[in-house]
């Protein structure tokens, strides 16, 4: 193997570059990491360090039966530069892993900058470089490097302006609402939640005095792209019956319940092949999560909803990933080249260093002439991949950690707690089971040099 072979390319040193790079380094395979700042700063960042945390102090939950943190956990297991570095850093914050903003930043680009295998540059990319080459540049992508990871792709990166919610079809009632699609056309796929006019009504007051989320400097100036994709508490604010003739229109649905047409109807669509994710049709917004849950509950049979995913709305440059990338976050047409981090479509820091890790481990196998590492589904890393990368996905949106993406236990647990456990527990020992098998070895309780 010829030492340019040996040798990778990561651009962006943000979570993931950074996860990334200590991937290819710790297996012995010489990193060229490339930061922009501070010669250029794009309009969310100000430090000049790497693993820069823009948006919240909070890695999110750290409890091991949770989303987020059963994602940490599989990190550690997997050796995370990030994680080991967040927990030195860490303030109090209840049962959250929350970090020292500065102190965080400060010594991952203390370990990075110390690592003999990585050489770190402060310039700006403009072009993708020839030979092994990882892209981590984040969802604020643009100018020249934009245009070429368009080229390369063969399609446009996408703008993440607002999405709707997501909920877990087994938490919906199901004696309130109906499977059928409009003037009977197609094969039911959609879930509809039929409402008569108090339920409307009700629905209506409480949507367009919900309080919503303030929107970040750098996203103001997109706001005026979201007039095809409105939020939608700016389309009830229009009046009170935009929505009866917009996404919440009745016309070609009968309830079988009363034999006649509802009054107003959303309509939730599926989200994923196995039918246990539900998308609400039009619901893009940008409403407080609590907000949501308060309003979005008033939908007959959404009452015990389980959301999945909240609704969201900022900039965020994001590849047409199903369609683009492997679930080892290599692209299809050109095996050499990988993404990582928001770009790919995960959503949010640990799930950006999460796909940063196995990114730059499955770039190792690749130069080792190894197959690569395609976690189990039921790992919450693996779940993650096999949703960027599932080519059924026909409304592809970012998506974070959560149980919901999960296959479903072969038992049901009506206990939360106890079923996020199984879930967790499930989930460690697919994933001791399977580096075991392939030989990665696992890092779980030990010692590593760079953090002692």
Known sequence: MTEQCR?????????????????LAQNGIAVTLYEQKPMHYSPAHHRNGLAELVCSNSLKADRLASAAGLLKA???????????????????????????????????????RSHPL?????????????????????????????????????????????????????????????FAARYGRGTADYINCPMNQAEYEAFYE??????????????????????????????????KDTMRFGPLKPVGLTDPRTG????????LRRENQEGTMYNLVGFQTNLKFGEQKRVFSLIPGLEQAEFVRYGVMHRNSFLDSPRLLGADYALRSNPDCFFAGQMTGVEGYIESAASGILA??????????????????????GALAAYISDETVTQFQPMGCNMGILPELPERIRDKKEKYQAYADRALAALDAYLQQSGEESTEGKDNEYFN
């Open 7 to 23: 040798q990778v390319t990561v651009i962006g040193g943000g979570l993931a570059g950074c996860e990334a790079a200590w991937q």
């Open 260 to 267: 006649h047409r509802p009054y107003a109807v959303v309509q």
């Open 206 to 239: 409480a949507l367009i005095s919900a309080e919503r989320a303030e929107l970040h400097d750098c996203d103001k100036q997109f706001f005026r792209v979201y007039e095809g994709c409105m939020p939608i508490e700016i389309l009830a604010s229009r009046g």
């Open 74 to 112: 599989e990190m550690e297991r997997l050796g995370s530069l990030l994680i080991p570095c967040a927990r030195k850093t860490a303030v109090a914050a209840g049962g959250a892993l929350a970090v020292d903003r500065d102190a965080f930043s400060d010594l991952v680009t203390e370990r990075i």
């Open 360 to 381: 730059g481990k499955n770039m190792v196998r690749r130069i080792q002439g190894k197959p690569p590492l395609i976690l189990p589904r039921e790992t919450m890393m």
């Open 118 to 178: 990585i050489q770190l540059k402060t310039e700006t990319v403009s072009h993708i470089p020839d030979g092994n080459v990882i892209v981590a540049t984040g969802p604020l992508t643009d100018g020249t490097l934009a245009e070429e990871i368009e080229q390369l792709c063969g399609t446009r990166l996408r703008f993440f302006d607002a999405a709707a919610p997501i909920v877990k079809y087994e938490s919906l009632d199901t004696e309130k609402v109906f």
